[in-house]
Nanobody
Framework: QVYLVESGGGLVQAGASLKLSCTAS????????MAWFRQAPGKAREFVAGLSGSGGGTMYEESVKGRFTISRDNAVRRVYLQMNTVRAEVSVVYYCGWANSPFPEPLFSRRAYTYWGQGAQVTVSS
């Protein structure tokens, strides 16, 4: 069993930066692809950024390219989402996802991820 716990959410002003963390327990972290998704009220959960396992590459949703960075620290079993120049939007919940494969296809598909954290709420004020 894998457990994921997100942290770092909160209220931030538009244009500022925020860093989310996801700490994993259980499973083989190093070889698992990880991703961040977000979900606004009443909307489907959507892909934000993904990171393949075993030293693979990254993928980003188009609107966050150049502003967000996903990274991982295998030593502490964490994946991060550095969000720069955040944009004003309704309060959304960011979820960390774990895939039971280093290279799930496609990386941006919600169906690729087996385990999810409880979410971290992010509110960006204008």
């Amino acid at each position: 069993q894998v457990y994921l716990v997100e942290s770092g959410g909160g209220l931030v002003q538009a244009g500022a930066s925020l860093k989310l963390s996801c700490t994993a327990s259980g499973g083989s972290f190093n070889t698992s692809a990880m991703a961040w998704f977000r979900q606004a009220p009443g909307k489907a959960r959507e892909f934000v950024a993904g990171l393949s396992g075993s030293g693979g590459g990254t993928m980003y949703e188009e609107s966050v390219k150049g502003r967000f960075t996903i990274s991982r620290d295998n030593a502490v079993r964490r994946v991060y989402l550095q969000m720069n120049t955040v944009r004003a939007e309704v309060s959304v919940v960011y979820y960390c996802g774990w895939a039971n494969s280093p290279f799930p296809e496609p990386l941006f598909s919600r169906r690729a991820y087996t385990y999810w954290g409880q979410g971290a709420q992010v509110t960006v004020s204008s």
